[in-house]
Protein backbone atom coordinates (compact mmCIF):
# COMPACT_ATOMS: atom_id res chain seq x y z
CA UNK A 1 0.00 0.00 0.00
CA UNK A 2 2.79 2.36 1.20
CA UNK A 3 4.29 1.71 -2.90
CA UNK A 4 0.93 3.14 -3.68
CA UNK A 5 0.89 6.09 -2.20
CA UNK A 6 4.19 7.25 -2.81
CA UNK A 7 3.75 6.62 -7.02
CA UNK A 8 0.42 8.74 -7.06
CA UNK A 9 1.79 11.29 -4.22
CA UNK A 10 4.56 11.59 -6.60
CA UNK A 11 2.50 11.78 -9.66
CA UNK A 12 0.11 14.76 -8.14
CA UNK A 13 2.67 16.36 -5.97
CA UNK A 14 5.05 17.02 -9.65
CA UNK A 15 1.22 18.51 -11.33
CA UNK A 16 0.91 20.63 -8.06
CA UNK A 17 4.92 21.83 -8.46
CA UNK A 18 4.25 22.34 -11.95
CA UNK A 19 1.23 24.42 -11.07
CA UNK A 20 -1.12 21.89 -13.45
CA UNK A 21 -4.39 22.69 -11.64
CA UNK A 22 -6.86 21.45 -14.38
CA UNK A 23 -5.18 17.61 -13.94
CA UNK A 24 -5.81 17.79 -10.17
CA UNK A 25 -9.10 19.02 -10.42
CA UNK A 26 -10.24 16.71 -13.22
CA UNK A 27 -8.35 14.25 -11.18
CA UNK A 28 -10.12 15.49 -8.07
CA UNK A 29 -13.97 15.77 -9.06
CA UNK A 30 -13.79 12.43 -11.06
CA UNK A 31 -12.70 10.18 -8.02
CA UNK A 32 -14.07 12.37 -5.20
CA UNK A 33 -17.12 14.35 -6.71
CA UNK A 34 -18.02 11.55 -9.20
CA UNK A 35 -18.49 14.01 -12.24
CA UNK A 36 -18.29 12.19 -15.29
CA UNK A 37 -14.80 13.14 -17.65
CA UNK A 38 -17.49 14.82 -20.17
CA UNK A 39 -18.58 17.34 -17.70
CA UNK A 40 -15.19 17.98 -17.00
CA UNK A 41 -13.69 18.14 -20.33
CA UNK A 42 -16.63 21.11 -21.37
CA UNK A 43 -15.91 22.76 -17.91
CA UNK A 44 -12.03 22.96 -18.18
CA UNK A 45 -12.22 23.23 -22.37
CA UNK A 46 -9.80 20.47 -22.29
CA UNK A 47 -10.87 17.36 -24.21
CA UNK A 48 -12.46 14.02 -22.98
CA UNK A 49 -9.27 12.42 -23.60
CA UNK A 50 -6.77 14.10 -21.79
CA UNK A 51 -9.46 14.18 -18.83
CA UNK A 52 -9.30 10.40 -19.02
CA UNK A 53 -5.71 10.31 -19.61
CA UNK A 54 -5.02 11.95 -16.22
CA UNK A 55 -7.44 9.86 -14.27
CA UNK A 56 -6.07 6.53 -15.51
CA UNK A 57 -2.31 7.43 -14.26
CA UNK A 58 -4.06 7.34 -10.96
CA UNK A 59 -5.96 4.37 -11.30
CA UNK A 60 -3.16 2.41 -13.29
CA UNK A 61 -1.02 3.11 -9.82
CA UNK A 62 -3.79 2.61 -7.75
CA UNK A 63 -4.38 -1.22 -9.04
CA UNK A 64 -8.26 -0.23 -8.97
CA UNK A 65 -10.57 2.62 -8.71
CA UNK A 66 -12.09 2.08 -5.31
CA UNK A 67 -8.28 2.43 -4.03
CA UNK A 68 -7.26 5.02 -6.09
CA UNK A 69 -10.32 6.78 -4.74
CA UNK A 70 -9.28 6.35 -1.22
CA UNK A 71 -5.60 7.27 -1.61
CA UNK A 72 -6.69 11.06 -3.57
CA UNK A 73 -9.38 11.13 -0.92
CA UNK A 74 -6.69 11.33 1.84
CA UNK A 75 -3.80 12.56 -0.16
CA UNK A 76 -5.30 15.82 -1.62
CA UNK A 77 -5.66 18.23 0.86
CA UNK A 78 -1.71 17.92 1.46
CA UNK A 79 -1.21 18.26 -2.24
CA UNK A 80 -3.21 21.66 -2.74
CA UNK A 81 -1.29 22.85 0.68
CA UNK A 82 1.78 22.94 -1.10
CA UNK A 83 3.04 26.05 -3.08
CA UNK A 84 3.78 25.99 -6.99
CA UNK A 85 7.25 26.47 -7.96
CA UNK A 86 6.51 26.79 -11.73
CA UNK A 87 4.51 30.25 -13.20
CA UNK A 88 3.36 30.51 -16.65
CA UNK A 89 5.93 33.68 -17.93
CA UNK A 90 4.18 34.71 -21.63
CA UNK A 91 5.19 31.09 -23.91
CA UNK A 92 7.76 29.54 -21.11
CA UNK A 93 6.88 28.68 -17.59
CA UNK A 94 9.69 29.91 -14.60
CA UNK A 95 10.57 28.05 -12.24
CA UNK A 96 10.53 30.05 -8.75
CA UNK A 97 13.20 28.12 -7.16
CA UNK A 98 16.12 28.44 -9.52
CA UNK A 99 15.35 30.79 -11.72
CA UNK A 100 15.34 28.73 -14.99
CA UNK A 101 12.58 29.72 -17.78
CA UNK A 102 11.47 26.45 -19.48
CA UNK A 103 9.26 25.00 -22.32
CA UNK A 104 5.46 24.75 -20.97
CA UNK A 105 5.92 21.01 -22.10
CA UNK A 106 9.38 20.50 -19.89
CA UNK A 107 8.56 21.88 -16.75
CA UNK A 108 7.42 18.60 -14.84
CA UNK A 109 11.03 17.12 -16.48
CA UNK A 110 12.52 20.21 -14.85
CA UNK A 111 11.05 19.48 -11.63
CA UNK A 112 12.12 15.72 -12.13
CA UNK A 113 15.23 16.23 -12.77
CA UNK A 114 16.19 19.68 -10.84
CA UNK A 115 14.46 19.24 -7.82
CA UNK A 116 14.96 15.77 -7.03
CA UNK A 117 15.42 16.42 -3.57
CA UNK A 118 12.56 18.77 -2.85
CA UNK A 119 10.17 16.16 -4.55
CA UNK A 120 11.16 13.52 -2.27
CA UNK A 121 11.31 15.05 0.66
CA UNK A 122 7.50 16.66 -0.22
CA UNK A 123 6.86 12.44 -0.74
CA UNK A 124 8.37 11.49 2.11
CA UNK A 125 6.66 13.50 4.56
CA UNK A 126 2.75 13.17 2.67
CA UNK A 127 3.36 9.50 3.62
CA UNK A 128 4.14 10.08 6.84
CA UNK A 129 1.82 12.12 7.51
CA UNK A 130 -0.77 9.46 6.31
CA UNK A 131 0.75 6.72 9.10
CA UNK A 132 -0.32 9.01 11.94
ZN1 LIG B 1 14.10 25.03 -11.05
Excluded: W
Excluded at 1 to 22: G, P
Amino acid sequence: MEEVITSIARYLIIKRLSNDVVALLAVKEYLIDGEPPSVIAFKYKISKFKVRGYIQRVIDKAGNYRVAVKVVESLYPYIMSIEPIMLRSGSRMICTICNTYVRINEDEQHIRKKHKDLLNELIRSMVARLKH
